[in-house]
C-alpha cells in the first residue's frame, strides 16, 4: 500500500460513517412518521412485506452498533496515523501531512496557511509521503 492510500484511509472511515449516520436517520425519521398512523381505521390491504416496522428498528439497531464499532475503529486509526506523522522528523512534513490527512484541508488551502506557493507545497506534499513510507516501511507492507 503506498503512503497517500494509507493516509487516505482516516478520511474513507469518517465518510462512511458518516453515511450511515445519515441512513440511521432517515430510518428513524420512517419509524417516527409510522407513529401517526390510525390504527382505528379499518385495514384495506395488509403488506406482503411483512411487519415493516419491526424491520426498520432492526436497521436501526444494527447501523446503531455498525456506527459503534466503525467509530471505535476511527478514533484507533486516528490515534495510529497522528502518532506515525508525529514521529516523522521534520516539522514541516509533520504540519503539512496532519492539516492534509488528519484536518482534510486540500493543499491550496495548506498553501496559504503555511505562506508557500501552491507548486511548493505539491512539491513538499511528495517529499512527506517519502519519508512517511520510509519510517512505516512495516506498516505500509514495504519490504527493505
Not at 445519515?22 to 395488509?46: C, F, N, W
Amino acid at each position: 500500500m503506498k503512503a497517500k492510500e494509507y493516509l487516505m484511509q482516516l478520511g474513507l472511515l469518517e465518510a462512511r460513517i458518516n453515511n450511515m449516520k445519515a441512513e440511521l436517520g432517515m430510518v428513524r425519521h420512517m419509524l417516527q412518521d409510522m407513529q401517526g398512523i390510525s390504527y382505528t381505521a379499518p385495514k384495506v390491504q395488509v403488506s406482503p412485506a411483512g411487519d415493516v416496522t419491526g424491520k426498520n428498528i432492526a436497521r436501526c439497531l444494527h447501523l446503531e452498533q455498525e456506527i459503534e464499532d466503525r467509530t471505535r475503529k476511527f478514533i484507533a486509526l486516528k490515534h495510529c496515523i497522528t502518532g506515525q506523522i508525529n514521529s516523522l522528523d521534520n516539522a514541516v512534513f509533520v504540519k503539512l501531512l496532519f492539516m492534509r490527512y488528519v484536518e482534510y484541508r486540500k493543499l491550496l488551502e495548506i498553501a496559504g496557511i503555511m505562506g508557500y506557493t501552491y507548486q511548493h507545497t505539491r512539491r513538499l506534499h511528495g517529499y512527506a509521503l517519502q519519508d512517511f513510507a520510509a519510517h512505516n516501511r512495516e506498516v505500509l507492507g514495504l519490504s527493505g
